[in-house]
């Protein structure tokens, strides 16, 4: 029994990977590749070089809770709580003028946060080593700016793809990688499922999409907020859309969890392992009829 995995951005909630990956180790599901996004990018990365969910689990909570983390994460993650509804760069940036960053610094610069602090995030987390050193095939996927097209970084330096993958449009640098301008995918494609299904056509695509649902909403008055609401309606479209040719789909139940939200992270862990353990009964059946 095996699987290719597509692991999807979403911020903190990206343990809920780890709660899942934990779950497929424990029942002898075989993981024959991983493709990550963002938040999907950074979990898998990690496993991809040491494949033991539950000690990785530990490690990240620690890490996450550590004063140097949390020292460059108010330095430079404080736009995360842009996230009071939906994620993407509209609600980023927005929440950073509320805080009194001029829209000026996006005029001057190419991001709101200064270059260096994602760079440091992702050292953190991911630490060193190359796509060679990772003991399951890893990918990882990120928009190219200048073609105006998804990539896959199959080799080379882990953090520094990690880091392009990342790199949230306007809040933090795109990244330069081989002539590319790399940059966040997550606007077009937050579960890398077409990348999975390609790098492995013949294997069963699970898909973990740690993202919140887009609800109704009430009165919007501003044309900030009609802006902010398309960009979402938009994201979450094209991720049904990828979803759809996924041949299962594991949801963690994060709730109206920020993604910038780093309080009580066992429980995302936990609904990584909740949602996967729900999903079993449908993936064995996928297994067996495949």
């Known amino acids: 029994m095996s699987v290719t995995v597509a692991l999807g951005g979403g911020g903190s909630r990206g343990l809920a990977h780890l709660g899942a990956l934990q779950v497929l180790e424990e029942e002898g599901i075989e993981i024959r590749s991983v493709s990550g996004i963002s938040a999907g990018a950074i979990a898998g990365a990690r496993w991809g070089l040491d494949p033991d969910a539950a000690v990785l689990s530990l490690r990240a909570i620690e890490v996450m809770s550590s004063p140097e983390f949390r020292n460059i994460r108010l330095g430079g993650l404080m736009l995360a709580a842009a996230s009071d509804e939906e994620n993407g760069p509209f609600q980023a940036i927005r929440s950073l003028l509320r805080k009194g960053l001029h829209l000026a610094h996006l005029v001057r610069r190419s991001s709101v946060i200064e270059e260096g602090v994602l760079e440091q995030l992702i050292e953190i987390l991911v630490g060193e080593?190359?796509?060679d050193d990772c003991r399951v095939p890893f990918q990882v996927v990120a928009l190219d700016l200048k073609e105006a097209r998804l990539v896959t970084i199959r080799s080379g330096n882990l953090a520094h793809a990690v880091e392009a993958s990342c790199a949230l449009p306007g809040?933090?640098?795109?990244?330069?990688?081989?002539g590319m301008l790399l940059c966040d995918a997550g606007a077009v494609c937050s579960v890398p499922v077409a990348a999975a299904r390609a790098s492995d056509p013949e294997s069963i695509v699970l898909a973990i999409d740690p993202s919140r649902r887009l609800l109704p909403t009430g009165n919007i008055e501003?044309?900030?907020?009609s802006l902010q609401r398309v960009a979402s309606i938009a994201r979450n479209w094209l991720t049904?859309?990828?979803l759809e040719e996924a041949d299962i789909v594991v949801r963690p139940r994060v709730g109206v969890r920020s993604w910038s939200d780093f309080r009580n992270l066992s429980s995302l862990v936990e609904a990584g392992r909740d949602a996967m353990k729900s999903s079993l009964p449908a993936l064995r059946e996928v297994l067996a009829a495949h």
Request: charged fraction near 30%.
């Open 240 to 242: 049904e859309n990828e």
């Open 171 to 178: 809040v933090f640098p795109p990244v330069e990688h081989d």
């Open 129 to 131: 080593g190359t796509f």
């Open 222 to 225: 501003t044309g900030m907020e």
